[in-house]
């Protein structure tokens, strides 16, 4: 294989990677996947080669690399973005996959000395998982947007002075179009990792409950009004005489419809007024009452009396002065 076939399944995993940036199809549509797993085959195809020919060495930085053998350095960063993309059923091993990928790219272009300092210290801190209060995240948050729109910016300017004829200096524009498109990746994969990063705990956490709560009965719904079982038994349902040998329940389309859009919390199966009178029934509401007793006046001449209704009035004073009148109310701050 020659450098030549390396740039060819470069060039065309390039453009299926954009076709597939720029599809209105859904991510789960055949086509669409059928195209991420080619792009995916022609980006390994890319690594093997690029690892055969021996294209970059571990000692070399930027300035050593030609122009045409620094676009090779995003083919990682290609196989990371394409493989979130894939629909499979153990969606964590293709988080785990990705996360390689991105992380690879980013090893080789800090080996490079293409990483800027900022990227390396964000990386550092989000390894570390140092804290940091809300504002400073909403501000670190800000400015990678800012500066990934400018990258962007900055891209598409440079492409179009390639795409234009009669100029001089082709080839440090490509070459500052490659690293540029090179640091978009790297942010792009910064912001992947942690996005990958949280799904993976998500998805951990949702398996403990799931492994917690054991496994569920259901095997699959019904497609269309027939009978279904729930368990993952096999077999025959009914004997030859209609007896059932386990049990099953019967599950149709409208029985599905109303599962799928029905509120995620418990509706309420009885009134107020129901559950009053079924407590009442059980004996646990206690009836009775009558008028509110009247507060006892005090005699004049009972003097030690006085004077604890007194104590009582300056403490509600002192309370009040030192409690103002809606100084407990939070606003919903805890």
């Known amino acids: 294989m020659t450098e030549k076939s390396l740039a060819g399944e470069f060039r065309v995993g390039q453009e299926l990677y954009k076709r597939i940036e ?11 996947q059928q195209d991420v797993k080619s792009a995916i085959s022609y980006f390994i195809n890319c690594v093997e080669l690029v690892d055969k020919l021996s294209i970059f060495s571990a000692n070399e930085t930027v ?5 045409g053998d620094l676009r090779f350095l995003l083919v990682e960063a290609y196989l990371g973005d394409l493989t979130t993309k894939l629909n499979d059923k153990d969606r964590m091993q293709i988080l785990n996959k990705a996360k390689l990928y991105f992380e690879q790219f980013l090893r080789n272009v800090e080996l490079h ?12 801190e989000q390894t570390n998982e140092i804290k940091k209060d809300a504002a400073k995240k909403r501000e670190e948050k800000i400015a990678r947007y800012k500066r990934e729109k400018e ?15 009669g100029h001089d200096d082709k080839e440090d524009i490509s070459r500052k179009h490659v690293l540029t498109l090179i640091d978009l990746f790297i942010q792009k994969s910064i912001e992947q990792l942690m996005s990958i990063q949280q799904e993976l ?11 917690q709560s ?14 279904e079982t729930i368990f993952k038994d096999t077999g025959p349902l009914l004997t030859k005489d ?8 019967i599950m149709n389309r409208e029985a599905i419809r109303e599962q799928v859009f029905r509120p995620g919390w418990r509706l309420p199966t009885m009134t ?9 029934a059980r004996g646990n509401v206690i009836s009775g009452g009558g008028q509110i007793p009247e507060k006892k006046e005090i005699d004049d001449n009972d003097e030690r009396a006085l004077d604890e209704e007194t104590l009582k009035a300056r403490e509600w004073d002192e309370f009040k002065d030192a409690h103002p009148y809606g100084s407990g109310n939070r606003m919903r701050k805890g």
């Open 201 to 211: 705990e998500l998805l951990n956490q949702m398996r403990k409950i799931q492994e």
């Open 151 to 165: 990258t962007k910016m900055k891209l598409e300017t440079l492409q179009q002075i390639l795409l234009s004829s």
């Open 113 to 124: 000395e293409i990483l800027k300092e900022e990227d390396r210290k964000f990386i550092e």
């Open 242 to 249: 209609g007896k059932p040998l386990r049990p099953f329940v």
């Open 272 to 280: 107020i007024d129901e559950y009053l009178e079924q407590e009442a």
């Open 214 to 227: 054991g496994p569920s009965p259901l095997v699959e719904m019904a497609n269309d009004n027939r009978v």
């Open 22 to 32: 720029n599809t209105k199809l859904a991510s789960f549509d055949l086509s669409y």
């Open 63 to 67: 300035e050593d690399i030609n122009t």
